[in-house]
């Protein structure tokens, strides 16, 4: 599998490169029938391996076809339960939020999308080979399928006198599947069509903007539910029975098309916004006397780099709903939580405005510029008082909202942070505006977190099945990550203390199965907490599977640490840079870069490794496929279907991932030859 | 352009480049067998870089024994010896990359311990351009020059840039500022690292065998930078293996073998006139 977008190569070293670059001579693409003589069959031995290979291939795809199209296979068992595996039993009339939180997911999506894809396209010639291929496969399908059972008129298969299912005859089969034959033939009859179109090599080079694949697919998929039913019932508010009612193609499909317009209308949005930006620096470079200093900064490629500094507000934005978005979705979109007000105007406000006041007045002054050694000891005193808080709530020698516990501890982060933005009145502004956006989210996030939760549902969770499992590896991914590169850096750090503590912690945790980690965490560890402390059961998960995924993390971390070269950190030091900076600007940006690929590798792992919450008692997608339908009464024992079907969508999800994963290799490399 | 910033900084030097090789020694005595000659203008000048019985060992090893050497404000020090000497060793203790061991070490009034402030604030006087360039790879040409101005000297963004295009100028790449390092030549990269040091606006530019890692064709570009940036009236350093230069630019050089400073004179004194058997050697192998 290769990207469709080859990597701008930017010649290394190339001194001064004129004018538009010339792309390298297109090699001649061979005619078919000698490509697969010369790959496939150049002499005996790879024959006899290639046609293995392919007998392989195909018994497999026969295998797959088979159980899929099997008269044993209940398949409605999975459309009838769509609803229940994506979010268990949300109720029907709160469903509304559902697709609130799916909408805003998609205008992030989409905006993102819009401001920084540079997808490029897909040549006609490769799309025309994925079709003809696409078209082949279909057809080679529909002549290996074993043919199906004959049924009688009572809907109930056939057999014959020694008991063996009875077939229909290959000439049969084959008329039956006609609608498939149409597909192949029509998959295969573009691609044709195209190819003849375009017989000339030169503009088979014609690319597609990816764009339209990437949103014209799905589109596709969307309009279909207009015409195919695909669902079969909807759930009935929080039972776990199937009941006949309105078929969820026709109950999704509004909401489902409102979706896609989002998408399409932020990318849109997006996509202005970003030319508009290009323009103008353009505009602005050709104004200037060196018209060259801007927009040639990667020549060569498509679609042009968004100009440095463009857009930054909205990009800021941006990426800050993304990192706050799977906290806002969960406790107030889905959690629908009701909000105490006594307490909040008795305490929480109040509360707060004194932490954004105290510590804004306290960063102010640890931002002098003369506040030098005095204000280091002041930070690290808050440092230690706020831990102390915690080692009190521990020992519980007096009370304090928990609430306030973390404002300390921010304060004092943020007092270390303090010399990074002494001096310059602009920047002490951006760390007290931080400072005050910080306490509003912690204070407003410990009122919604704090109020239960008015979404009624058949057990303790309120979301379940997929969504569930989205959650769980969205906030393992958000808070291990951070936790990682910390004990990374403490790994390699000068400080044997910090060394030693960190490595102990991975090495201990990499020995443990996480199974036990989250047992742990959601069984044993309840008993070992302070009366008044509890756990949620999510809350235990989540922590067990962060604290697992941060060892691993900081192991592929500290991998791209150990890449950088000396000479690196003697520049940083040379040009005056603080450890702090060093590490923030020159360090880590190089080491998580070089360590992309094994990161998110991790990711992905964690992503299928929720699949464990079914065994400490959560409502996870595996959970709903292996437990939950096998025991409907209409589906009892159906359980092949379910695993066949998740698979599908984890492999999808975790597919998705890795691909995005080379296009960012490909694209932050380009800086670094 | 170049040119005439040459003439005038001339002018303004006065004697001082006029006179080089000519003027009469002052001598004083030094550790082993070295000799700090210093001109009579120069030794009127304020001590830049002041470096007295300076030891450092890796290990066992004692890479520096009894470095003793008095640079002047303006002053242009070409270091030569031959490889494993130590040149880089004592360029690298002057900003503290490397941590020296006893003596002292004083840069414009400042003794360089252990005591951090101090080390920040003589790491911003004092530039340093590398052989292997070390420009950050990640970072546009302009990142690379600003990064330290904004985050070091706290000016802002625009004013950073400002004084990043007219460095860019300075050392003749203005075009490339939105490139990145890889994209440029070795002669480039190099130019852009000198940039980036004279970002911080130092009083000191140490070198450290800056055209050693280039293609023969691009060290000119490099050394005609220094040279301009010499004639300014910068205090440099140099370590290098280019005569040429040592003998053009230098107002003196020392030579260096084993960890200690062999002989001290001007470029007329050490190219026609060397007092050591060492240095009548290494000048035998290297002319
Ligand atoms: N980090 C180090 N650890 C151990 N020995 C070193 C280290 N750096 C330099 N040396 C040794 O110190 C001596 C002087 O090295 P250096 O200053 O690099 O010489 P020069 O720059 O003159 O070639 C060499 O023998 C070298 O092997
Ligand atoms: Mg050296």
Known sequence: MTDPLPPAAPTALAAEPVGPTVSPPDRPSLPPGRWIRENLFPNARNSILTIFAILVALFAYRGLLNFTFSEERSWIAVRTNLRLMFTQAYPEHQYVRVWVAVGLVLVLAGLSAGIWARWGGVTLKRLMGWLMSGGGLVAVGVLIREPSVLTDAAGESVRDDAGELVRESFAAAMADRWVWWAVALVLFGIGLALWLRFEDLARRTIEIPVAWLVFGLPGLLVASTWVIRYGHYAFADGEFIAEPGELVAMSTRVPWTVMWLLLIGCYGIGRVARNRAIASAQAAAETSDDAEAAGDGVAGEGAPELPRGALAKTRTVVNLAWVLSPFFLYWVVMRDPEIDYAHVFSTMLPMGLAFGVAGSAVLWWLTRSDAGEVGRLAA?????????????????????????????????????????????????????????????????????????????????????????????????????????????????????????????????????????????????????????????????????????????LAENVRGGLQSIRRGQYEAADAVGLTTTQRTGFIILPQSLRVSIPPLVGQVIATFKETSLLAIIGLFDFLRMANSVIPNQSQFLGVRREGLLFISVVYWVVSFAMSKYSQRLEQRVGLGQR | ???????????????????????????????????????????????????????????????????????????????????????????????????????????????????????????????????????????????????????????????????????????????????????????????????????????????????????????????????????????????????????????????????????????HHFFTEPAEERTKLFLSQVL
């Open chain 1, 380 to 552: 690290i005193g808050l440092l230690l008082l706020a831990a102390f808080h915690w080692v009190a709530a521990f020992f519980g020698w007096y009370s304090m909202l928990q609430v306030a516990r973390i404002a300390f501890l921010l304060l004092a982060v943020a007092g270390l942070l303090a010399p990074n933005f002494a001096g310059v009145a602009a920047q002490r502004r951006r760390l007290v505006g931080a400072w005050l956006f910080v306490v509003l989210l912690v204070f407003y996030g410990a009122t919604v977190i704090n109020a239960p939760s008015t979404i009624e549902t058949p057990t303790d969770m309120f979301i379940g099945g997929f969504s569930v499992t989205l959650l769980v590896s969205v906030l393992t991914i958000m808070l291990s990550f951070p936790i990682g590169v910390l004990l990374a850096l403490a790994r390699t750090s000068r400080q044997p203390i910090f060394r030693v503590l960190s490595t102990v912690y991975i090495e201990v945790i990499r020995g443990v199965p996480l199974i036990t980690l989250l047992l742990f965490f959601s069984g044993v560890l309840p008993l070992f907490l302070p009366d008044g402390m509890e756990i949620a059961e999510l809350a235990a998960a989540i922590l067990g599977y962060t604290l697992f995924s941060a060892a691993y």
């Open chain 2, 1 to 267: 352009m170049a040119r005439a910033a040459r003439e005038r900084s001339e002018q303004e030097r006065g004697n001082g480049v006029a006179d080089k090789g000519e003027s009469t020694m002052s001598t004083q005595p030094a550790h082993g067998d070295a000799t700090i000659a210093v001109s009579d203008e120069l030794a009127a000048r304020d001590d830049m870089i002041v470096c007295s019985d300076v030891d450092k060992w890796f290990g066992d090893f004692q890479a520096l024994s009894g470095i003793t050497a008095t640079i002047k404000e303006q002053e242009i020090v070409v270091v030569l010896g031959p490889s494993g000497s130590g040149k880089s060793t004592w360029i690298r203790c002057i900003n503290r990359l490397e941590a020296h061991q006893s003596g002292q070490i004083i840069v414009d009034g400042i003794e360089l311990t252990n005591d951090l402030r101090n080390i920040e604030k003589i790491r911003s006087e004092v530039g340093m351009v590398f052989q292997q360039f070390n420009l950050f790879p990640h970072l546009t040409v302009m990142d690379n020059i600003t990064l330290a101005p904004i985050w070091v000297r706290r000016k802002s963004r625009p004013e950073a840039e400002e004084l990043a295009e007219s460095l860019l100028e300075r050392v003749g790449i203005p075009e490339q500022a939105q490139k990145f390092p890889g994209q440029l030549s070795g002669g480039q990269q190099q130019r852009v690292a000198i940039a980036r040091a004279l970002a911080m606006e130092p009083r000191v530019m140490l070198f450290d065998e800056p055209t050693s890692a280039l293609d023969p064709e691009m060290i000119k570009e490099v050394l005609d930078v220094m040279e301009e940036l010499a004639r300014s009236g910068m205090t440099m350093m140099v370590v290098t293996h280019e005569m040429g230069f040592a003998r053009e630019v230098a107002d003196r050089i020392i030579f260096m073998e084993d960890g200690e400073i062999v002989e001290v004179g001007t470029p």
